[in-house]
């Protein structure tokens, strides 16, 4: 039944609207088992039933009104105990309930399976039939199996029906959705130009080679120059590795990229916009078919460079209209050329029909504290008009929410900016807990705008310095010299505060666009240390590159990533060395200048049966939390079917925390703390609770947390240690820490989503 299983899940997918994918489901359910009936129940977790909503065989007048309790009847049962339940004569089993209304008084054997989503059911698959008989073990594995991709389907089917049906506006739940950036946004929809427009270009053939080629340079220096005009405009608002985003968009406009393919169409024989859509319609599959989510998000960019230069041909250097009060920007996909032209006073937020957290635009509304949910899937044409709450904490989505929903966000955007307001008035001041523990704080940066506003906020330094933007940003492996620049001005940015510099961290869910590794498992595979050990000659460029900035500056330090064994640990040292004389060599330095300390990350579980060797041969480590929980756990954080598994307060995370601090002191062993969980407050409490005093965070987090640090005091937290050592589950230690924030009157600075 493969071939009908397909044409079936083809169809569906395909449908306009939830009851007509339900529609074509039922019915060809039915023709292909050969049955007398087939129906669809949906799960109402309000009223805690399920409602008849699609049916082939009973009456179709109680679709939306037949319904059946959960635990009542068969249906019932086959949702309470989530597993098939397959009868011969149903009516001859206890729970049967008899439903007048559907009319299905002729039917005996009954197959029902239920319809699950992340551990959720929601809803029924049934087939009936008129003869008593047991649905044998292939009908019943081809009703489970189709019941798995409808799971799909109705997940994601809530803001289609709302949407479609104004009269349920009313009874709308918050709409889960993939957050991209925190912070909560209430304002109108603003549909941005649709992408449709390269599209519908015609392919036309021309003898008038010279003209078009004309008319393209003209087009092409325009977009040049409306480039260049957003980069300067960005570069207001965002660090220099943010906003050179625009240089990779400068390069597609390059000869030997997107433009030499275009010029290279004319020459055939074809008008400039039909040229200008084959090529981009071939860059965009190439990249939309790559298994990597960097490079896929990459077709984003492409797409916005083909419309730029299609606006460019046939406007010219026409001004746009942009809104004129804050509205959340709703695109089929959100470039990083939308968020400069729209002033930042008027985008509230940010929502995206594509995209993912790779994407540029991702980055960019991170960067400018926007809030943001990528990846949802609707027709962005039916939000024209439409007030919007978005929701980026909870990756929730309200859709003209009522006064209740309303008033109560708009009381949660007061008390955000009385806290912000709070929090910032003493950022100058050191972290210093009540009972006298000075805790140092540093910034993780090179993805965000952390660089360029950190050092008036309170940091003590930078704890993590991401070198990969460079690397990502070009179509090609950066000289040293360009590396050097680079890491100078950010040495210089940070004078009198040291910058830990962590080498060449790509693979994983970090691609390089010019050298793609493709991979079953990325994260087990080919990437941080192991990729450039494998290549000398890039390590050793990076390496020497940042010797040159750290000789002139003298604030550098510099931290080696997925480190999982000591032989990596010495090959590594081993090169650091080489680079060093050879820069010194190089430079004609005769009395040689302090050489930047080197450390580890630790992140992979393998180096934590290997601290006390590993103490020997490196200055400091730095736990990297994000990636040693995914390997701990065996979780891909970027899954989201396994995202609810990510828990950083997961008993064995935190006894493997508190085995590194012990470790480190014994040692006597510099460790600072760099993932996530250090710029959470209930993270923050756990960190120091188990010993840890240095950490690490995104600089949005960095007032926040030396506010909590002001007013608790770190003795009581060490002393709930024992406590935390002792738990058995996540939930329990993060309540255990919640309750001494309550207990402080901190409770307000953790955001819950009330929904």
């Not at 149903?90 to 319809?115: Q, V």
């Not at 390059?254 to 039909?274: F, H, M, P, T």
Request: with cysteine.
């Amino acid at each position: 039944m493969l071939g009908e299983l397909r044409a079936i899940v083809e169809q569906v997918s395909n449908a306009d609207s939830l009851d007509g994918a339900l529609a074509i489901l039922v019915q060809k359910i039915r023709h292909t088992m050969k049955t007398d009936c087939c129906s669809v129940y949906v799960t109402d977790p309000q009223q805690q039933l399920l409602v008849l909503r699609a049916t082939d065989g009973l009456a179709q007048e109680a679709v939306g009104k037949a319904c059946m309790p959960l635990g009542e009847g068969m249906v019932g049962q086959v949702a309470v105990r989530e597993e098939p339940i397959n009868l011969a004569d149903a009516r001859s089993n206890p729970h049967f309930k008899y439903l007048p209304e559907t009319a299905e008084e002729g039917f005996l054997s009954f197959l029902g399976t239920p319809i699950t989503h992340h551990r959720k059911v929601l809803g029924v698959l049934v087939v009936q039939q008129s003869q008593a008989r047991s649905y044998d073990q292939s009908e019943e594995s081809f009703l489970v199996t189709l019941a798995a991709h409808l799971a799909g389907v109705l997940a994601n089917t809530d803001f289609q029906t709302v949407l479609s049906e104004p009269n349920q506006r009313k009874r709308l739940k918050a709409i889960k959705a993939g957050s991209s950036s925190s912070g909560i946004a209430i304002a109108k929809a603003w549909i941005n130009r649709s992408s449709g427009e390269l599209e519908q270009q015609q392919i036309i053939e021309t003898d008038n080679i010279e003209h078009q080629l004309e008319r393209f340079n003209v087009a092409l220096e325009i977009t040049r120059e409306e480039f260049h005009s957003l980069a300067i405009k960005l570069s207001e608002q965002l660090p220099k590795d943010v906003a050179s985003i625009f240089d990779l968009y400068q390069h597609m406009l390059a000869d030997a990229s997107l433009a030499g393919d275009i010029r290279n169409k004319i020459k055939q024989g074809y008008q400039v916009e039909g040229a200008l859509r084959m090529v981009v319609e071939h860059y965009v599959q190439q990249f939309s078919e790559m298994s990597d989510p960097y490079l896929k998000e990459r077709a984003v960019d492409v797409k916005d460079v083909g419309l730029r230069l299609l606006h460019a041909l046939l406007l010219g250097p026409s001004a746009e209209m942009f809104p004129t009060e804050p509205v959340i920007v709703v695109a089929e996909e959100v470039t990083a050329t939308m968020f400069a032209q729209i002033p930042r006073q008027f985008l509230a937020g940010v929502i995206s029909q594509r995209g993912a957290a790779n994407s540029h635009a991702a980055i960019l509304a991170r960067a400018m504290g926007i809030p943001a949910l990528m990846g949802l899937s609707f027709d962005i044409n039916k939000l024209r008009g439409c007030e919007l709450i978005l929701d980026g904490y909870s990756a929730e989505l309200f859709v003209e929410p009522d006064k209740i929903v309303r008033d109560e966000y708009l009381a949660l955007l007061a008390q955000e900016s009385e806290l912000n307001t709070l929090v910032q008035q003493d950022l100058d001041k050191p972290a210093m807990s009540l009972d006298g523990l000075e805790v140092e704080m540093l910034i993780n940066a090179g993805l965000s705008a952390d660089s360029d506003i950190a050092i008036n906020a309170g940091a003590d330094g930078v704890g993590l310095y991401r070198t990969e933007v460079p690397f990502l940003m070009q179509d090609r492996f950066p000289s040293e010299d360009e590396q050097f620049m680079r890491y100078r001005d950010i040495l210089n940015s940070y004078r009198d505060k040291n910058v830990c510099m962590r080498t060449l961290d790509v693979g994983g869910d970090k691609q390089l666009p010019y050298f793609p590794i493709v991979e079953e498992n990325p994260f087990l595979g080919w990437r941080g240390i192991r990729l450039t050990l494998d290549h000398p000659e890039i390590f050793l460029v990076q390496a020497r590159a940042m010797y040159r900035a750290a000789i002139e500056c003298g604030n550098l330090s510099i931290m080696l990533p997925m480190i999982s064994c000591l032989n990596e640990v010495d090959e590594a040292s081993r090169l650091l060395e080489q680079a060093w004389v050879e820069v010194l060599d190089e430079l004609g330095i005769d009395e040689e200048p302090e050489r930047p300390k080197h450390g580890v990350m630790l992140e992979v579980p393998s180096v934590l049966f290997v601290l006390p060797e590993l103490a020997q041969r490196v200055d400091f480590w730095s736990v990297g939390s994000n990636d040693l929980t995914q390997y701990l756990l065996a979780v891909d954080r970027n899954n989201t079917r396994v995202a609810g598994l990510f828990n950083t307060f997961h008993p064995a995370v935190v006894r493997a925390l508190k085995q590194i601090i012990e470790q480190a002191n014994q040692h006597a062993i510099p460790v600072s703390f760099c993932g996530e969980l250090a710029g959470d407050p209930v993270g923050a409490l756990l960190v120091l609770a188990l010993g840890y005093r240095r950490l690490s965070m995104s600089s949005f987090n960095l007032a926040k947390i030396k506010y909590i640090i002001r007013h608790v005091d770190v003795a009581e937290l060490s002393a709930l240690g024992e406590q935390i050592l002792q738990s058995q589950s996540g939930s329990a230690i993060y309540s255990l820490l919640f309750r001494y924030l309550e207990q402080r009157d901190l409770s307000q600075l953790v955001r819950v989503s009330k929904h």
